[in-house]
């Protein structure tokens, strides 16, 4: 049943939503979000400036009503027997507990999805769109008006992943009462319960304080400078780039120095690396440029791992890293070389910014850095985020290795493309200076051959 929920999920849930959906990516809103945070800081949105609005469910899987849950599967167009086989699954279910040796009780739920089952996940993706549709409705209706980073750009009214919901809007105490409005409405249907305590509030420039305080009084939340992470990246990145990704070196450093990682064996130390230590940066590295020094001293730390050293200790390094980073079949270990692997990730993003056309990430970005052209031509532009410099910073590589695939040849320039098959050379090694410099392969195509 999952397997075949799955397939339309993509037509079920809105682009907001990037838990769980195939073809979706948790960077996606991580990247949305960090280019309205660095919106937010430059100027805001007009004169009203603009409120970001971090949401904290309270067991989030453990309220969901099953008549709430049913009644949106039958709104969504769901057949009646899907909703019917849906629901025995969920009410079918009785717990028992192991006290002193010995099973007790037989307790017979009557809300709540299960953490593990493999269906729970998208029952709990259709129940958050309920709540999306409420914020598009109001948007849509003008009566609230969420963030966007320029004036072409989509706004962008709230974020999911899973039940972690940041919302934007004005920072209006009409708008406000909109949103507290909307989030009464769902938390009396579905069950679900937002924990004001952890919740929290952030404004960008011009807001002055007098609304700050209405708006916190209005939410019943704490106000933050910045909100420390969304997704588990940071939101905001000032000059000082070494303080912020130090945590990466601190995650490495703990999970080296246990007693069980010094008892390990050659083998047991090299999967360790390859396995575990040199993942532990990959998330961060998938949308942020992390400075040489950082990667140095993680690079030093695995180094000094391999060779036997512990704490301040020194031990002489056989093999230079340089050489341990190698493929085996070249002589080395197949460790990973951080610097060129933060290089391809980002140029990844660049792929999927160039290829995935339909995703709100891209149409963000495109919005912002490069409206009128693809990403393979953008610019870096004025006073970019440092996602997009990154990712811009990382666009050469993608170029290398970049080859048109010839259909119509219509948008193929034959003189700077790269467009010729085969490996030795992609590009027209001695242009013909009579021929036109805007000549496309379309021109040499012979149509009635």
């Not at 307790?107 to 999306?132: N, V």
């Not at 030795?424 to 149509?447: F, K, M």
């Amino acid at each position: 049943m999952a397997n075949r929920l799955k397939i339309y999920l993509s037509d079920l849930i809105s682009a907001h939503q990037s838990a769980f959906v195939p073809g979706r990516l948790i960077t996606d809103n991580a990247m949305i979000a960090f280019e309205i945070f660095h919106h937010m800081k430059r100027k805001g949105d007009g004169k009203n400036g603009l409120m970001a609005f971090k949401l904290d469910m309270s067991k989030a899987y453990d309220c969901v009503e099953w008549s709430f849950l049913e009644r949106v599967m039958l709104k969504l167009g769901f057949c009646v027997d899907w909703v019917r086989r849906v629901m025995e699954c969920l009410s079918s279910v009785t717990y028992a507990f192991k006290l002193n040796g010995r099973v007790e009780g037989h307790i017979i739920p009557s809300r709540g999805l299960r953490q593990g089952d493999p269906l729970s996940p998208y029952l709990f993706l259709l129940c958050a769109e309920a709540f999306s549709a409420l914020l598009s409705k109001a948007a849509d209706d003008g009566r609230i008006h969420g963030a966007r980073v320029c004036r072409s750009g989509p706004r962008i009214s709230h974020l999911f992943f899973a039940d972690d919901s940041i919302l934007f809007s004005r920072a209006t105490l009409q708008e406000c009462s909109v949103v507290a409005e909307i989030l009464s409405t769902y938390e009396r249907a579905s069950g679900q319960k937002i924990n004001f305590d952890k919740s929290e509030v952030s404004f960008s420039k011009h807001v002055d304080t007098n609304r700050r305080v209405a708006i916190r009084s209005l939410f019943g939340v704490r106000e933050v400078e910045k909100h420390e992470k969304y997704l588990g990246l940071p939101t905001v990145i000032g000059r000082s780039k070494k303080v912020i990704f130090s945590v990466l070196k601190e995650r490495v450093w703990k999970k080296l120095q246990g007693w069980k990682e010094k008892l390990l064996s050659r083998a047991g130390k090299e999967v360790l690396l390859k396995a575990i230590i040199q993942s532990i940066p990959t998330y961060m590295m998938s949308l942020f440029a992390v400075p040489d020094c950082i990667l140095n001293e993680i690079n030093a730390m695995c180094s000094r791992f391999w060779w036997g050293a512990r704490g301040t200790e020194r031990k002489m390094h056989w093999v230079s890293w340089e050489k341990l980073c190698l493929p085996k079949s070249y002589g080395g270990m197949g460790f990973r070389d951080l610097k060129v692997f933060n290089q391809a990730l980002l140029a990844k993003q660049g792929w999927r910014l160039l290829c995935d056309t339909n995703s709100l990430a891209h149409l963000v970005m495109k919005a912002r850095y490069f409206p009128r052209t693809l990403f393979t031509s953008a610019r870096r532009g004025f006073d970019p985020s440092y996602v997009w410099r990154s990712i811009w910073g990382a666009k050469a590589l993608l170029l290398e290795g970049l080859k048109w695939r010839v259909g119509d040849g219509n948008s193929i320039n034959v003189w700077e493309d790269s467009w010729l098959p085969g490996d030795s050379c992609s590009v027209v090694p001695t242009p013909n200076i009579e021929s036109p410099a805007d000549l496309q392969v379309s021109d040499l195509i012979d149509r009635g051959g």
